[in-house]
């Protein structure tokens, strides 16, 4: 009885990794046992920085809202606490559009915040 190997699963699953690691660098793109740790690493970093994507763009909404806060004379702490007293509610993506794009309306803002903190 001859030895079952299984060969055109095996085949198949070799080049769906091979074909995964398209592009990397060295043996990892041309030899299935580096190529698999590869994708599976990658598959790691794609899975935490989906997640992680969400934390840096809010850091960096909060460090442009922050700069454009500082060019009116107001810090960002007092800003949002501004906008909150003021009962306006606008997300931070949102902020920082409007501190990139159209500063005379964040500035109009930064007055309603400054206002509603200082009553």
Request: hydrophobic residues 45%; charged residues 30%; positive net charge.
């Amino acid at each position: 009885m001859p030895r079952a190997t299984n060969a055109p699963a095996s085949r198949e699953r070799r080049k769906r990794v091979l074909k995964s690691t398209k592009g990397y660098f060295g043996n990892k793109s041309r030899l299935f046992r580096y190529a698999k740790d590869a994708a599976m690493h990658a598959g790691v970093y794609a899975y935490r920085d989906r997640r992680k994507k969400k934390t840096e763009f809010r850091q960096l909404w909060i460090i442009r809202i922050n700069a454009a806060c500082r060019m009116n004379g107001i810090a960002y702490s007092r800003f949002m606490a501004g906008l909150k007293a003021a009962q306006i509610e606008l997300d931070r993506k949102a902020l920082s559009e409007l501190a990139i794009h159209d500063e005379a309306a964040f500035a109009a803002l930064v007055e309603k915040a400054k206002a509603a903190v200082s009553a």
